[in-house]
């Protein structure tokens, strides 16, 4: 168990609605992800934090926003949430050495998410 | 870029055969490889991982060798169980942004 929670773990929503999924760690690791799993694509990066208030898009970032106040939370933002959205998300967190590339990334248990 | 290229499933086995799931990858540099693991209705789980060329990883009976050269990490076992049925995801780390690039996974199921 790598400490990590997501919530909430399902939801239903309708278009156009903003919706707030938070990723909870207790292992006070630096980096954090989400991800998000569709079918056929394996799981794509959306955003990703490197530090307080330090984050960066990921490959499929468009549509969504993230923040990170603290060390152990980072929420991700669907400003108006669509149809296309619809997925299942996950978040990881690890403690890599930048640059080489070893990094291993543990995962939350996922939220799926229904947009109407 | 970076990418991953994994056998497509799903794999259908009886219990007690032997499992062979291929994965080449494309990489500038010297990634690490890793297998992960997804279980139904949970989040992903590090299998094994191999950082450098002729590594080989194992947990739970499960091997893959880092082969560079044929970009490869074929993951192995010698006799699955029906508690081995999961999605297996084969994936690299980027080594220069840190991050993690996935193939789109492989369903395995074992049947008694």
């Known amino acids: 168990d790598a400490g990590i929670t997501q919530s909430p773990r399902h939801k239903v929503t309708e278009t156009g609605t903003p919706v707030t999924l938070r990723c909870h760690q207790t292992?006070?690791?630096?980096?954090m992800y989400w991800y998000r799993q569709d079918p056929g694509h394996g799981l794509r990066l959306i955003h990703y934090?490197?530090?307080?208030?330090?984050?960066d898009k990921g490959e499929v970032s468009d549509g969504y926003s993230v923040s990170r106040s603290k060390t152990e939370d980072f929420l991700l933002t669907l400003e108006s949430a669509t149809s296309s959205q619809t997925s299942v998300y996950f978040c990881?967190?690890?403690?890599?050495?930048?640059?080489?590339?070893?990094?291993?990334?543990?995962f939350g248990p996922g939220t799926r998410l229904l947009v109407l | 870029g970076d990418s991953v290229t994994q056998m497509e499933g799903p794999v259908t086995l009886s219990e007690e055969a032997f499992l062979t799931i291929n994965c080449t990858y494309t990489?500038?540099?010297?990634?690490?490889l890793f297998w992960y693991v997804q279980y139904p209705g949970e989040g992903l789980q590090l299998l094994l991982k191999?950082?450098?060329?002729?590594d080989k990883g194992s947990n739970k009976g499960f091997e893959a060798t880092y082969r560079k050269e044929t970009t490869s990490f074929h993951l192995e076992k010698g006799s699955v169980q029906v508690s081995d049925s999961a999605v297996y995801f084969c994936?690299?780390?980027?080594?220069?942004?840190?991050?993690?690039?996935f193939g789109t996974g492989t369903r395995l199921q074992v049947f008694p």
């Open positions: 990881a967190i690890s403690e890599s050495i930048p640059g080489q590339g070893q990094e291993t990334q543990y």
């Open positions: 292992e006070n690791h630096r980096y």
């Open positions: 934090s490197y530090g307080v208030k330090d984050t």
């Open positions: 990489a500038t540099g010297y990634p690490s």
């Open positions: 191999a950082t450098k060329a002729d």
């Open positions: 994936a690299l780390s980027d080594q220069r942004t840190d991050k993690l690039i």
